[in-house]
């Protein structure tokens, strides 16, 4: 069976399997949705099918904000994992001037932007990555020096790179974007940002 469709057996076990809180909580989760449905429109290229969840959205759903079940997280791990597109020239890292500009831009993907604009990651709305940059947001770990404490192996370089193409891979439910898998940013843009965090000479290393 594909991960993706043992994922969503695990969900519908843990609405069924259950008490009848889950089942509550799943009648509510409906609701939710459909009063968003109704009460949003769609603007640019900001259309409703924002509104729909995938099985991994669901899953963190359903733990309600809470660290989903050891199985369930296992499992949304696995499926993330296995969408992660790695470059096939295997060059891991680009310009980190171009990510420091990519880690800065907000925009992107909002209803008044140009779809065919270039599109931000917002790395420092929940990141710290250097010294310079004072205003930056606390969703996220501080990522200052990032590359000099881990060093640049291509192991780090890899996880690095996965972990901006699909963050949860490596962390169910967490609240950082999927910036590949949901088409954010394009592979040459996570390399750039990953060589943002690798590159010693970036702002993220002093
Ligand atoms: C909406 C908030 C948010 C945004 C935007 C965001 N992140 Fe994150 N990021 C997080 C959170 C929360 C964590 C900690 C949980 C986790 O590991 O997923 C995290 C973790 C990470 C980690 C793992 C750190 C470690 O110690 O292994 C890396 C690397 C990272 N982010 C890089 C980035 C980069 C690069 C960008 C921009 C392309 C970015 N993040 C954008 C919220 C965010």
């Given at each position: 069976m594909r991960p993706y469709a043992r994922l969503g057996l695990?969900?519908?076990?843990?609405?069924v399997g259950g008490c009848a809180t889950a089942l509550d909580e799943s009648e509510t989760a409906a609701k939710t949705?459909?009063?968003l449905k109704a009460s949003f429109r769609p603007a640019g290229q900001a259309g409703l099918?924002?509104?729909?969840?995938?099985?991994?959205?669901?899953?963190?759903?359903l733990a309600a904000g809470k660290a989903p079940p050891k199985d369930v997280a296992a499992m949304i791990e696995q499926t993330n994992l296995a969408t992660i597109r790695y470059p096939a020239d295997g060059k891991l890292l680009g310009d980190w001037k171009?990510?420091?500009?990519?880690?800065?831009?907000?925009?992107?993907?909002?209803?008044?932007?140009?779809p065919k604009g270039p599109v931000g990651a917002n790395c420092?709305?929940?990141?710290?990555?250097?010294?310079?940059?004072?205003?930056?947001?606390?969703?996220?770990p501080s990522l200052y020096q990032y590359g000099k404490?881990?060093?640049?192996?291509?192991d780090v370089q890899r996880y690095t790179f996965g972990k901006i193409y699909n963050s949860e891979a490596f962390t169910a439910c967490t609240n950082m974007p999927r910036f590949g898998h949901k088409g954010i940013l394009s592979e040459q843009?996570?390399?750039?940002?990953?060589?943002?965090?690798?590159?010693p000479a970036s702002p993220v290393n002093q």
């Amino acid at each position: 069976m594909r991960p993706y469709a043992r994922l969503g057996l695990l969900v519908v076990a843990a609405i069924v399997g259950g008490c009848a809180t889950a089942l509550d909580e799943s009648e509510t989760a409906a609701k939710t949705a459909a009063a968003l449905k109704a009460s949003f429109r769609p603007a640019g290229q900001a259309g409703l099918d924002r509104l729909e969840q995938d099985e991994t959205q669901r899953a963190c759903s359903l733990a309600a904000g809470k660290a989903p079940p050891k199985d369930v997280a296992a499992m949304i791990e696995q499926t993330n994992l296995a969408t992660i597109r790695y470059p096939a020239d295997g060059k891991l890292l680009g310009d980190w001037k171009n990510g420091e500009r990519i880690a800065q831009e907000g925009r992107g993907k909002q209803f008044s932007d140009d779809p065919k604009g270039p599109v931000g990651a917002n790395c420092y709305a929940c990141h710290q990555l250097s010294k310079g940059e004072l205003s930056f947001g606390t969703i996220g770990p501080s990522l200052y020096q990032y590359g000099k404490l881990r060093g640049n192996s291509v192991d780090v370089q890899r996880y690095t790179f996965g972990k901006i193409y699909n963050s949860e891979a490596f962390t169910a439910c967490t609240n950082m974007p999927r910036f590949g898998h949901k088409g954010i940013l394009s592979e040459q843009q996570i390399k750039d940002v990953a060589a943002l965090l690798l590159d010693p000479a970036s702002p993220v290393n002093q």
